[in-house]
Structures are given as C-alpha cells and as structure tokens.
C-alpha cells in the first residue's frame, strides 16, 4: 500500500479521497491544512490518525509516501517543491503551476530526488477519450476541433455580494482559464500538439481574473503554398454561464462528438456516408479513480514521470496559456520578476 497524505479540504479533495478509495493500494493516513482546526475538522470526516500544519515536517515524515496537493494553484510549486525536496511522490492537482518557470523548478525537484510527480488532470485517462483518440484516423484530414467548457459557478453570487471568494480572487492565481478552460485547451494540445499561432481574449473581472474568454489555436501546415492552418482549434470556457459543452472534431471524412471536455458522455462517430457509431464506454462514476491508479503505478514501478500526463505535456499547456495570458492582460504574482 502507499501511505498518502492530502493538501487541500474542499470539495475536490473529498472527490479525490472517494475515487482513491475504489483502489486497494491507496491508505490515506493524513490531512495538512495551514490552520489545526481545519485539518482536524477534515480528519474527522475522514477518519484519519493525523494532522499537519507544518509543511516541513509533512516533507519529511516518515509516515507519508505521496501527496496529494489540491490546494490554490499559486501554492502548488511551492509545496511540491518542498515535498518533492523531502522525497515524496506528488500528484498535484491542475494547473500544475502558475507558470512554465515554477514547473521547471518542480521537475527539477522530482529528478533530484528520484520521486514521481504527475499532474492530477484526469481526462487523459478516461476509457471514452481513448475511444477519441483511437478513431481519429477515421476522420482522414483533421481540419476543425471545437470543445467548451462553461459552467456557473456556485461561487459567482458570493462574488456579486462583495465577497472575493477564491475563485475570483487574483492572489490565488485562479480564474475561468486555469480553473476550467485548461480542461478543453489540454485535450487539443495532446490530440495536436503546439500550434504555431494562438489568440486569447476574455472578459476581465475587476478582481483581475477572467471570468469567460475563448482562445483560438492556428496549426499551419506546408501542403499550401500560402501556409494557410491545416487545423483550427477553438476553445471556449466560461464560470460565468452555462453550456450545452458540446464538443467535436472535424476531419474530411466526418466528425466525432462528445459531451463535456471532462466528462466525456455520449461519443460517437459520424461518417460522411451517413453512418453513425456510438462509442460510449462504461465509466467508474467518480472519474478520478482512473489518474490515481495510473500515479499509484508509475509509483510501484519506480517511474519518475507519467507518459499519460508527461512533463512536457503539462509544459506545453503552461506555454499556451502564458501566451494567452499575457493577450488578455491576466497577470498572477507569480509572472513578475522578483524583487532584488
């Protein structure tokens, strides 16, 4: 078994204890909470035997093998990098980092200590977008990917009370692109890779977030004389509003759809002869079991990096999204050069 611990006490966090459960391997032994009541609040629910609110003794405790970080996004390199110092395999929950520069100092950490350290962004394991990934060929030439992800959030009337949570807070580096935009943006850039032209907008919020936006992904090609994009990729995110989340791929032989960029309900195939062909798969209900399976294995076979969610795949996200930033004006403390 692998002895874990927990970063984090919100929702996503109870999420993951459940779907971590549905593995035997799993033994969660610890919460850490920079406040006592907090975690032993959440040790309680849980019914673990300890608590931490000390960081370095967490790195260095005898008692934990891996981490599970799902606390804000503008903590996450700076407590992987002192677990991963301390020797702990790392599963930390999406956006990895804030910036390109803060996962480079993360995977550096990883390799010096000989750990693992995997991004928690389950989509690429689910069964239903493997059946994506397997037909794409049938699809001939990839001309158009369009996938949304937009959903209210359950913390915007907070927001319009004056309340500042979390989510629409700038000091936390959140906001619609990093919290739920990285869902669709991930896909396209595992499916095709780094696209050689990227445009962002959105609609800032007062408190410097992004509350909605789009972002539009140019793969140029050479078979044109005139270099026109082979392939366009748009994607849509919104914590704004609601959406049907309908997503496709569009090739020269037909299009493949699916339901939701993190569910992936309802996959079919759709042929330009007419045919159809349903490729559902049958999911565990809580989708998280699949990603901390796959960090529990690359764990026990003493694998550092995932070739699922690889270090250069979650690098490759990060540069898309800093260029897309830096277009809609969203800058977090963690961009801007220290102070000497």
């Not at 445009?199 to 936006?213: E, H, I, R, S």
């Not at 090739?251 to 079919?268: A, I, M, R």
């Amino acid at each position: 078994m692998t002895n874990f611990a927990v970063i984090g006490t919100s929702k996503i966090t109870d999420a993951f204890i459940e779907a971590a459960r549905q593995d035997p391997r799993f033994n969660l032994v610890a919460v850490y909470s920079r406040q006592q009541k907090t975690a032993q609040s959440f040790a309680d629910k849980h019914n673990l035997e300890h608590c931490f609110t000390d960081l370095a003794l967490l790195a260095n405790s005898d008692l934990i093998d891996a981490v599970y970080i799902a606390s804000p996004n503008n903590f996450h390199a700076q407590q992987s990098i002192a677990l991963l110092n301390g020797g702990k395999h790392v599963l930390c929950e999406k956006p990895v980092a804030i910036n390109c520069a803060e996962l480079e100092q993360m995977v550096a950490a990883a390799k010096a200590s000989n750990v693992t350290f995997m991004e928690a962004m389950l989509v690429t394991f689910l069964p239903n977008y493997h059946q994506i990934k397997k037909q794409l060929k049938s699809l001939g030439n990839i001309r158009k990917y369009s996938a949304s992800f937009c959903q209210l959030s359950s913390r915007y009337p907070a927001y319009l009370r004056g309340e500042n949570p979390n989510t629409f807070n700038l000091n936390f580096g959140n906001g619609a692109l990093m919290d739920i935009g990285i869902y669709p943006l991930y896909l396209a850039i595992d499916l095709f890779g780094l696209p050689t032209e990227i445009t962002g907008q959105c609609y800032k919020l007062p408190t410097g977030v992004d509350g909605y936006g789009d972002i539009l992904l140019n793969y140029t090609s050479t078979e044109n004389d005139n270099n026109q994009a082979a392939l366009q990729a748009h994607i849509s995110y919104s914590k704004l509003s609601n959406g049907s989340n309908i997503c496709e791929v569009q090739g020269e032989n037909g299009h493949l759809t699916w339901q939701h960029s993190s569910l992936f309900n309802e996959v079919s195939l759709h042929l330009n002869d007419g045919s159809c062909q349903i490729l559902t798969l049958a999911q565990t209900d809580n989708r998280m079991t699949y990603e901390l399976s796959h960090f529990i294995d690359l764990i026990e076979s003493g694998h550092n990096e995932s070739s699922v969610n690889s270090w250069q795949l979650s690098q490759q996200v990060l540069s898309v999204i800093e260029q897309a930033r830096k277009q809609q004006g969203i800058i977090y403390s963690a961009d801007k050069p220290a102070e000497n």
